[in-house]
């Protein structure tokens, strides 16, 4: 945008508007070239978003499955911990009541 502008900026003929001029002079509100550039900033924000948005799918599309994969794997991975421990503390718990039991039996 102009830097200063005024609509009928560098008009001549001394006209108040468009209507009077006869100069060929640009009239046209400072308000519309602001807009006009408010919309071709969120134009490019808009292009800059879509293109990051398809990249993200992409990439989505590309890594989903092996994400997902990976996700169950970890899952049975964490599965099969959760029940090696439960075997472990069934484990210690039966040593723990053999060893009282025996520990009875020596005292008696």
Request: a neutral charge; hydrophobic letters at 35%.
């Amino acid at each position: 945008m102009k830097e200063k502008y005024t609509p009928g900026q560098g008009c001549e003929c001394h006209a108040h508007s468009e209507a009077e001029c006869g100069c060929d002079v640009d009239w046209t509100p400072r308000e519309v070239y602001e807009l006009r550039e408010q919309r071709d900033r969120l134009a490019e924000a808009l292009l800059w978003a879509k293109k990051e948005h398809d990249a993200r799918i992409a990439v989505f599309a590309y890594a989903g499955p092996v994400i997902s994969a990976e996700y169950e794997r970890l899952g049975m991975r964490l599965m099969e911990a959760k029940h090696n421990a439960t075997i472990a503390r069934e484990s210690a718990l039966a040593i723990v009541k053999e060893t009282k039991k025996q520990q009875k039996k020596t005292t008696h």
